[in-house]
């Protein structure tokens, strides 16, 4: 490794981290993070199969922290997936270079990937989400550098963490490999050696327990009867729109251009999209397991951005510059209506004009806001329709009694956060196109009260970053 080498992954590594903690403060954390941080502040590890390897990882990193007196969860955990994510991104960075041995494009095909949206967000965000694509290619990494015991050991905590990890596989296959026993028998050990040391004291949990993968398939059988074919392909390409936006062309460009001579490359990434349409099948998301396909993606296109910077370096810094700038934009936009709505729940809760144990309706973050930020009030759950459906294929959840709740004579409100993405107004825009299968539809609260109470009055209270609505039933 020269100078050169060691000189451009030391200012990756530095730039990103500080990018990702940065943009991670003081915002809002969702139902799934608080769940995650709560078992991450208990620091058992042994009642764990689902996601383990996140949740070891973060147990380890709160471990550490404690004793340096940071005692925080939240600030560990964000601090693990952000060590995370960079070192994926330098893992791809290293795949490339040992791919093309070119370091200018391993270099743009790092920025590209770890800049765009999706990667970006989940680094901070308490979710295991980002995890499942960053030890995967951790793993790889090690594993084209001759280090295939310790790569598999990635590989199976990558699995451990998320089986969707396992549609990562093909981009092992970018260069030309000769298998050998030794690599097999290596290769086999250490991903054994994970899967079978964890499933030694979460077997009882994973076929059985809360986080039981049994309970998880079962959930997916159900969702898919509930689930028609627009809303399929909506997320599938919407999984990969959302954070790859502008280089998308560049990805079909690929394709047209150059399927010939980047054979391998274009085999890999048309096996990488083809077995992430399952995925968004059961997932009903915005595409957060599509992750796994971004590296391959961002393969894809920067190879193009590259070749063209050759001929035209004007039109290609245009292209990344807007690329770069537009995902700047979308999580600006989304960190600042987390740390809006993070606010506005401390400021309810220190507001004595807002009734003690007043109800609070809400689009489905409740847990942060009932144990964390406004403990003196009760948030309420709205979900849309189609949430309401799918709620049903979950093990011991009721929808709250709205009905009960609005005509109770307690003081009722409403929060109308809208969207918190730039992009989510597209979703909205476009929410008859899927039937009515939307999540995050505007309006949803007010409707669902006007449904229970058609006479009902809303009165906003002033001095919130979002709507608040004092609700008046007026039967």
């Known amino acids: 490794m020269n100078n050169k080498e060691i000189k451009y992954q030391i200012l990756l590594v530095v730039s990103l981290l500080l990018i990702y903690l940065i943009s991670g403060f003081n915002v809002t954390i969702t139902n799934d993070s608080l769940t995650n941080i709560e078992q991450v502040a208990a620091m058992d590890i042994l009642h764990r199969s689902s996601h383990f390897g996140f949740h070891f990882l973060s147990v380890l990193f709160h471990a550490v922290f404690k004793l340096f007196g940071i005692t925080d969860p939240v600030q560990s955990t964000q601090f693990m997936l952000s060590t995370f994510s960079v070192a994926g991104t330098l893992a791809l960075f290293r795949i490339v270079l040992n791919w093309k041995n070119n370091l200018n494009l391993a270099l743009v095909i790092a920025i590209i990937y770890g800049l765009n949206s999706n990667i970006w967000r989940f680094s901070v965000q308490c979710e295991y989400h980002v995890l499942v694509p960053s030890l995967s290619l951790i793993g790889i990494s090690l594993w084209l550098n001759g280090k295939q015991?310790?790569?598999?050991?990635?590989?199976g905590l990558a699995v451990l963490t998320s089986p969707f990890a396992i549609l990562s596989t093909p981009l092992i296959f970018i260069r030309e490999i000769k298998f050998n026993r030794n690599i097999i028998i290596k290769s086999i050990a250490g991903f054994v050696l994970i899967i079978g040391s964890v499933s030694l004291f979460t077997y009882k949990e994973t076929l059985q327990g809360e986080w039981s993968y049994n309970l998880v398939y079962q959930y997916y059988q159900k969702t898919l009867a509930i689930t028609n074919f627009k809303r399929v392909f909506s997320i599938y390409l919407y999984g990969y729109a959302r954070s790859f936006l502008i280089l998308l062309p560049l990805v079909l460009?690929?394709?047209?251009?150059?399927?010939?001579?980047?054979?391998?490359?274009?085999?890999?990434?048309?096996a990488t999209l083809f077995i992430h349409i399952p995925v968004a099948i059961p997932e009903n998301r915005y595409g957060a397991y599509q992750m796994t396909a971004y590296p391959i993606l961002a393969i894809a296109a920067g190879f193009v951005l590259y070749n063209l910077y050759q001929n035209n370096k004007w039109k290609s810094t245009l292209i990344a510059g807007g690329f770069v700038l537009l995902n700047i934009f979308i999580v600006i936009q989304e960190r600042s209506f987390h740390r809006g709505l993070r606010n506005m729940y401390l400021q309810m809760q220190n507001d004595s004009q807002i009734e003690e144990n007043a109800y609070v309706f809400m689009y489905k973050a409740t847990k942060p806001f009932n144990n964390k930020y406004a403990s003196r009030l009760k948030g309420v759950s709205v979900y849309s329709e189609y949430q309401e459906n799918l709620t049903e294929n979950l093990e011991n959840y009721n929808l709250p009694d709205y009905e009960e709740i609005i005509k109770s004579g307690l003081p009722v409100y409403l929060i109308e956060s809208g969207v918190s993405l730039p992009d989510d107004y597209v979703k909205t825009a476009l929410s008859g196109f899927v039937s009515k299968q939307g999540a995050k539809t505007k309006g949803v609260g007010m409707k669902k009260i006007k449904s229970i109470c058609p006479g009902v009055r809303f009165e906003e209270v002033k001095g919130y970053s979002s709507r608040l609505f004092k609700v008046y039933c007026l039967l």
């Open 149 to 155: 015991f310790t790569g598999a050991i990635f590989g």
């Open 253 to 270: 460009y690929f394709v047209i251009k150059y399927r010939k001579s980047e054979k391998r490359l274009f085999l890999i990434l048309l």
